[in-house]
């Protein structure tokens, strides 16, 4: 008889743990023979992923109401209110969910508070796998609610050896319990089939030179620092034609655009809204701009050491000096600080043919993030526990 794996993945706005629970899912469903996945539903945040899962054999589990184009996700304030009603929603369903089908494990990504207090609270037949994602801020209640609920997490798991290493010295989880698991980023059939689109639309210039940036317009991402850095750049390298592309969507593109426009940048700075299709970008460009403040890896890291893309990185926490190998394959530049990134870049334009070996570093780096390794050693890691 199989076993049964439900994930527990309330997300608000299309963020990357989305994609790896995602893919986790389809990963374990598609690969594994011993294991039924499915998909709780909670507020409608996977309607539009129905076929997809169909397709892999995963099932999907409404919880509740469907409330997902209804509740607000943009800013702090509006979205913990969303947060507070998913969890006031999801409390008792979830319960009758659990004791009513009793599935072998739970992973847990986010608003991982309400299962935890739940098992605290409650005993279930079910096994709780706390899937850390990003990089967790830990305040007083997260560390209390972790640690005195340790006892009944079946296991946690990190996506970086760094934030891993973190967590064992703070004694909140038991150290035999507590693992290393990238992030299910990789579909290498997608990837091969994306890499052959060449169609950019008459509005994009591809023989452009451009360095290239993606992700949510929001704080952690830093653009503004990465504009104030390219305009550094431009003024110290006047005769380099070359643009910033920057690709996303988010609650703070308004205050992206009045940064271009302050810097008298709008010739230099082109904006995309978001793209199913990253690869055919990252392939045309120079390198890859990653000036985030934390990230657990980047998702578009990844991406773009797949792509052959070489990559330019802050060296934040908590996963992208790990994937750089320490900046063997790639520059690395101090976080947030003035020039330091313009510097970088400089670099990397005046050196740009003897730096070109890091990518192969950085590609083999990139296949541990496929979605067949990540099923490997999450179900080792649930055999052997």
Sequence with gaps: MKKSI???????????????????????????????VSVINVFGEWNNFKEIFEQNEVKLINLGIDLYNILPKKGFIFSR????????????????????????????????SLPIFLFKLLNFRTKLILRISGYPKLNFFRKFLWKISSNKIHFTTCPSQELLEKLKKKNIFSKNKIFFLQDAILDI??????????NFGKDFDTSQKYFLSIGRFSKQKNFKYLIDEFKLFKNENKNLNIKLLIIGDGEEKKNILNRIKFNNLSKDVDLLNRTN??????????AFILPSLWEEVGFVIVEAAMSNTFIISSDCPNGPTEFLSNGDAGLLFKSNE??????SLKLFVDN??????????????????????????????????
């Design 81 to 112: 209110i969303s947060y507070l009603i998913i969890i006031f929603l999801s409390f008792i369903p979830l319960i009758i969910l659990l004791k009513k089908n009793k599935p072998d494990f739970l992973v847990a990504h986010l608003i991982t």
């Design 338 to 343: 003035i020039g330091e990134l313009s510097k």
């Design 352 to 385: 740009k043919i003897n730096l070109m070996k890091k990518r192969k570093y950085a590609k083999k780096n990139s296949i541990k993030y496929t979605k067949f390794r990540h099923f490997k050693k999450l179900i080792k890691i649930i055999d052997e526990n």
């Design 189 to 198: 059939k997608e990837f091969i089939d994306k890499k052959k689109d060449n």
């Design 277 to 286: 299709n990253v690869y055919k970008y990252m392939k045309k460009s120079q």
């Design 6 to 36: 439900y994930y527990w993945v309330p997300c608000l706005d299309r963020v990357g743990t989305e994609k790896s629970a995602k893919n986790s899912a389809v990963a374990v469903a598609k690969y594994s023979k011993e294991y039924d």
